[in-house]
């Protein structure tokens, strides 16, 4: 009796253990070293990530990249906790997807680089080369659309709303001579093909799916957001890590000369730091 009481005791034991051990697992590996996983669009972000394993690795890190083709998952993912942070999403984005979603306890703990948005066009030069009714097809992603518009306002060929800023949509036109048509909105990642396939008069194109379709940007590209107005990229964590020591290290990587002098020379201005 007294050994089937023991073997019960041990079991529960063993089954309690179990249970508070769950969830993802932060402990060194072999090396002594801490696992830290980051979800990240491929361009630049991946890529500025892995530029960045070595010197983390030179902190006890190693630093795992997951990349996502799109702009819900690695949210998604990072709520589920099987991702320690993600590295894609700016301020506007980050706002929205948090309103949108109560379950989405997160905030920014760097701002590591920028990405102006550009409206590329294989037949006209300039904005004011538009014809009248000219086709714009642009993210249906509405946070962008507050980064896009002003571009059209700035060179006179809309008029917004008074005040609407950076919250910009296409109902807040007021003003429209050339008819210009903002109605086709598709997803972002597909902006880039859309493009070569000649799709409309001129699309709108987010920096990292630019790159990673292999538009030639200095050739195509008519105008682009302001320097001043361009939002960073950011390193968002679930706000329970924001103190971790990686996270930290993380940031202090990606914030680092080394990796702020490989972002402007890798991508020529088209991505740049953040300051």
Do not use: W
Request: aromatic share 6%; net charge negative; charged share 30%.
């Amino acid at each position: 009796m007294k050994k089937l009481i023991s073997f019960i005791v041990l079991a529960i034991l063993a089954i309690t253990l179990t249970a508070c051990g769950g969830g993802k697992d932060n402990s060194a590996d072999k090396d002594g070293n801490k696992k830290l996983v980051v979800g990240a669009s491929a361009v630049p972000h991946a890529e500025v990530l892995d530029a960045a394993k070595p010197l983390l690795k030179e902190k006890g890190i190693d630093l795992e990249v997951q990349v996502f083709q799109d702009y819900i998952l690695p949210n998604v993912t990072l709520r589920d906790k099987d991702l320690d942070a993600n590295y894609f999403q700016t301020p506007g984005y980050l706002a929205l997807q948090m309103k949108e979603n109560k379950d989405f306890d997160f905030v920014s703990v760097g701002e590591i680089h920028k990405e102006p948005i550009g409206i590329y066009s294989k037949e006209y030069k300039s904005l004011k080369d538009l014809p009248n009714g000219a086709k714009i097809i642009m993210s249906d992603s509405l946070s962008d659309h507050g980064r896009i518009l002003p571009i059209f306002e700035k060179e006179g060929l809309i008029k917004l709303k008074e005040g609407v800023g950076a919250n910009a949509r296409v109902e807040d036109i007021i003003d429209n001579p050339k008819n210009l048509d903002f109605s086709t909105l598709i997803e972002a990642k597909l902006l880039a093909t859309s493009f070569e396939s000649g799709e409309g008069d001129a699309v709108v194109i987010n920096t990292n799916y630019a790159l990673e379709g292999n538009v030639d940007i200095g050739k195509y590209g008519i105008a682009f957001e302001g320097d001043d107005v361009v939002p960073a990229n950011l390193v968002v964590v679930r706000s329970e890590d924001k103190d971790r020591e990686e996270i930290k290290a993380l940031v202090e990587v990606l914030k680092s000369k080394e990796i702020q002098d490989f972002i402007l020379e890798k991508y020529k201005g088209a991505v740049t730091a953040a300051e």
